[in-house]
């Protein structure tokens, strides 16, 4: 059969690929910087004999055609970016690149599917269809890379009929999975707010405009934005996480800036409270006698599984692991530029357990000890070969 062929070849590879994942992780770039990473793909997809273009600069894209390639395509993507974080862990393959680290497990979601495109190169014979293997680049950085990839065309020619992605879960211990049909991420937009007045001695305030206090203002009446107007049924979070102004005790400073995220669930409510965000700073303007210019940077959309898709592909995954071993991913206000994809065609994009708690892999993506269980590699890419290889809808 098709899964036991994968499995087998993803344990006579698993070695290799862990290599493979350590060079990444000592050679992260930031995001659509991912020079070095897309040269290492390719040079990899060339070994296995398997096709491929670049678009966006730094993205590559393959193509796997099994028997009756029209039949069907299937996309498997990954991101290839790293984080400006220093990296904390004393390790062999440590990031040589100073304050730069594979923290969000890029190195492992690239590695996974430069696994499946092996195997499923190998086994080209055995199953239908076409599969398209996307490396994005830029996930973790506005505009994101899914967008600039799907302008450039990765969803055409062919266009896949679904899509699948996956990611590391800290939370979730290794050997295990989780799916969640519909809404399963959040989207993310950046805040920024500018607060300027007639800035002065501390002492004569009613000589100055008070943009410490304005922005102070600001920042909890935009609170009401969440509290008083959205559905309480739907999850939405907005959070000033940047608060800079002033440089002593006695001057009120003439500019304060604010930076901030939102994020929701549901796209109406999501851009219904854009112009909320604005008119409570054009409100606390008004109020204050300050000027405040707000921005806000749309960013991601929220990811939205395919019903029909997510339950085919957790039938697959349970039939590889075992029934046991997939869970249900619980919902999450962290993003994912995988939401353009889900925008566009039907998408699934689950998680991959990594947790090992007795070796003490336990910190949490975007962290500096973030570290993986290397042994979920093998799942990975064996899961992700059986999904393109056995996935339609």
């Known amino acids: 059969m098709l899964k036991e062929k994968i499995q087998a070849k993803a344990s006579a590879y698993k070695e290799d690929f862990i290599a493979i994942r350590r060079h990444l992780h000592s050679h992260p770039e930031l995001s659509y910087q991912e020079k070095e990473t897309s040269l290492f793909v390719q040079k990899q997809l060339t070994q296995y004999g398997i096709p491929f273009e670049i678009m966006a600069e730094t993205g590559v894209v393959g193509l796997i055609k099994g028997k009756n390639p029209d039949s069907r395509t299937i996309a498997l993507r990954a991101d290839m970016d790293a ?29 996974c599917l430069l696994g499946a495109a092996r195997i499923l190169s190998e086994l080209k014979g055995e199953w239908e ?21 799907i ?12 899509i699948f992605g996956l990611h590391v879960h800290p939370l ?4 295990k999975l989780s799916f969640r049909e519909g809404k399963c991420m959040a989207s993310a937009d950046e805040l920024y707010f500018t607060i300027k007045g007639k800035g002065g001695h501390a002492a004569q305030p009613d000589l100055t405009v008070d943009t410490i206090l304005a922005a102070s203002q600001l920042v909890v009446n935009l609170q009401q934005v969440i509290s008083r107007n959205r559905n309480p049924f739907s999850p939405s979070v907005l959070s000033v996480c940047s608060f800079q102004g002033g440089y002593t005790t006695n001057v009120i400073p003439s500019e304060v800036n604010l930076k901030g995220t939102f994020r929701a669930m549901d796209e109406k409510w999501r851009f219904r409270a854009h112009e909320l965000i604005r008119n409570e700073a054009n409100g606390t303007a008004l109020a204050t006698g300050a000027t405040i210019d707000s921005l806000v940077d749309v960013g991601y959309p929220s990811v939205d599984n395919n019903a029909e898709l997510t339950k085919v592909g957790r039938s697959i995954v349970e039939d590889y692991v075992g029934v046991d ?25 689950f ?8 070796r003490g892999y336990v910190n949490n993506v975007h962290t ?13 890419m064996g899961v992700m070969a059986l999904l393109g290889a056995a996935a339609n809808i």
């Open 83 to 111: 984080l400006p974080i220093e990296e904390l862990n004393d390790v062999d393959f440590k990031s040589q690149n100073k304050g730069v680290m594979h923290a969000c497990g890029h190195d492992v979601h690239t590695t």
């Open 129 to 149: 269809g076409t599969v398209k293997l996307i490396f994005q680049p830029g996930e973790e950085k506005n505009p994101g890379g899914a967008s600039l990839m």
């Open 151 to 162: 302008k450039a065309g990765v969803l055409e020619n062919p266009k896949p009929q679904g």
């Open 172 to 175: 979730l211990p290794v050997g």
């Open 325 to 349: 071993n997939v869970e249900e991913t619980e919902l999450r206000m962290g993003a994912e530029d995988f939401g353009y994809y889900t925008q566009a065609i039907p998408g699934c994009f």
């Open 351 to 358: 998680r991959l357990g990594v947790r090992n708690e007795a």
């Open 368 to 380: 500096p000890n973030f570290m993986v269980d290397e042994n979920a590699i093998e799942i990975g």
